[in-house]
C-alpha cells in the first residue's frame, strides 16, 4: 500500500473512530449505588482504536471522542482532564502492542497469557462482587434521542462465572490459538491502570478523599472495554488480514 494511500486510510480512520468513541461513551452508562458513580463503554473502542492502529491514531481518538462525550453529556468540569487521560491511555495501549518482547519459546509466552488471564479474572471476581453486584440502574441510548432506564439485579455468583471464564478462555486462547495474546492484554492493562490513576489524582484535587469512591468504577469500566476490545479486535484482523499488517 502506498505511504499516501495509508495516511488517507489513517486520517479517514481517525475521523471515523474519534466518532465511535464519543458515541460508545454516550450510549451506555450504569449507575452504581455503591460508589455513586457511572462507566461506560468508551474504553472498549479507545483500546480497539488503539491496537489496530497504533498509538497516535488511538491518542487522538481516544482523547477527543471521550472529551466531546462528556461536554456533549454535561460534564464540562472533566473536559480537559479526559482530553489528556484518555490520549494518553490511547497511546500507551498503541504504544505498547506493538513492543512485544522477545521471549525465548513459546511456552513462556503461554505462562505469561495465563498468568495476566488469572490476574484479569481476580481483578473482575473482586470488583463485580464488591461494587457491581446488587441493584443496579443502566440507561441505554443518547442524550438527543432520550435514555432508556433497566433496573436489575446482580448477583455475587455471576461475576465468579465470569472470572473463572474469562481467566481459562485466555488460558486456552494462548495455549491453543496465539501465545502473545497476553502482551496485548498486559498492554490494556497498562493504558486502563493510566486512566484509572489520572481520574483519581484529577477528582482528588476537585474533591479531595471522594476520588477514593471512583476507583472500582473506573477499573470496572477498563475491564469492560478489555473484556469486548480485545474478541472484536481479533474479529477484524482475522477478516482482514491486511489491516494488522498495515499498521503493525
Not at 33 to 51: C, D, Q, S, W
Not at 67 to 86: Q, R
Amino acid at each position: 500500500m502506498a505511504k499516501r494511500s495509508l495516511l488517507v486510510i489513517k486520517i479517514s480512520a481517525t475521523a471515523v473512530f474519534t466518532a465511535l468513541v464519543c458515541v460508545a461513551t454516550m450510549t451506555f452508562t450504569i449507575y452504581v449505588p455503591a460508589t455513586k458513580g457511572f462507566f461506560n463503554i468508551g474504553e472498549t473502542m479507545v483500546y480497539t482504536t488503539a491496537l489496530i492502529f497504533g498509538s497516535a491514531v488511538g491518542a487522538f481518538a481516544g482523547g477527543v471522542g471521550s472529551m466531546l462525550a462528556d461536554l456533549f453529556l454535561g460534564y464540562p468540569l472533566y473536559a480537559p482532564a479526559t482530553l489528556v487521560i484518555k490520549a494518553c491511555e490511547g497511546a500507551l495501549v498503541g504504544f505498547l502492542s506493538r513492543r512485544t518482547p522477545r521471549l525465548r519459546s513459546k511456552s513462556s509466552w503461554r505462562i505469561l497469557t495465563s498468568s495476566i488471564g488469572v490476574i484479569v479474572a481476580v481483578i473482575i471476581g473482586y470488583i463485580g462482587t464488591a461494587y457491581y453486584s446488587g441493584f443496579v440502574e443502566a440507561s441505554i441510548g443518547l442524550p438527543m434521542a432520550g435514555y432508556t432506564i433497566l433496573h436489575f439485579d446482580i448477583s455475587h455468583i455471576f461475576w465468579i462465572i465470569i472470572a473463572m471464564i474469562v481467566a481459562i478462555s485466555l488460558s486456552l486462547f494462548g495455549f491453543i490459538y496465539e501465545a502473545k495474546l497476553g502482551w496485548l492484554v498486559l498492554a490494556v492493562l497498562v493504558g486502563g491502570l493510566e486512566m484509572v490513576l489520572g481520574y483519581f489524582l484529577y477528582e482528588w484535587a476537585l474533591f479531595g478523599v471522594g476520588a477514593l469512591n471512583e476507583i472500582p468504577v473506573n477499573i470496572g469500566q477498563f475491564t469492560v472495554g478489555l473484556l469486548i476490545s480485545m474478541p472484536l479486535v481479533k474479529a477484524l484482523w482475522r477478516r482482514l488480514p491486511r489491516l494488522k499488517e498495515e499498521f503493525k
